[in-house]
Nanobody, 124 residues
Framework: QVQLEESGGGSVQVGGSLRLSCAAS????????LGWFRQAPGKEREFVAA????????AYTDSVKGRFTISRDNAKITVALQMVNLKPEDTAVYYC?????????????????WGAGTQVSVSS
């Protein structure tokens, strides 16, 4: 059974930085693609970033390019999202997700496993 647990959320001011981390259980996770999604109040869950199984390929939604960086450590079975120059519109609950078969994909429905989420709040 795969389990994902996020950490690192919090409250920052505009222009601040946060680093989210997601710890995964199960050695098979090393072969999974991993992604970060976010959901703001009243909005649908949206894709933020994804990374393939060996970290050689990444994808980002346009609004975070140049500000967010996704990375993974297969030895520790973790995935991180480094966020800099945060904006109020980045405020959301951030979710870590994993998929075994779909590669780097932006569709939430293609991810089989999800964490419970961690809150990120950016104030001006």
């Amino acid at each position: 059974q795969v389990q994902l647990e996020e950490s690192g959320g919090g409250s920052v001011q505009v222009g601040g930085s946060l680093r989210l981390s997601c710890a995964a259980s199960g050695s098979t996770m090393k072969t999974y693609s991993l992604g970060w999604f976010r959901q703001a109040p009243g909005k649908e869950r949206e894709f933020v970033a994804a990374i393939n199984w060996d970290g050689t390929r990444t994808a980002y939604t346009d609004s975070v390019k140049g500000r967010f960086t996704i990375s993974r450590d297969n030895a520790k079975i973790t995935v991180a999202l480094q966020m800099v120059n945060l904006k109020p519109e980045d405020t959301a609950v951030y979710y870590c997700a994993a998929n075994a078969y779909s590669g780097i994909t932006r569709l939430p429905s293609t991810y089989e496993y999800w964490g419970a989420g961690t809150q990120v709040s950016v104030s001006s």
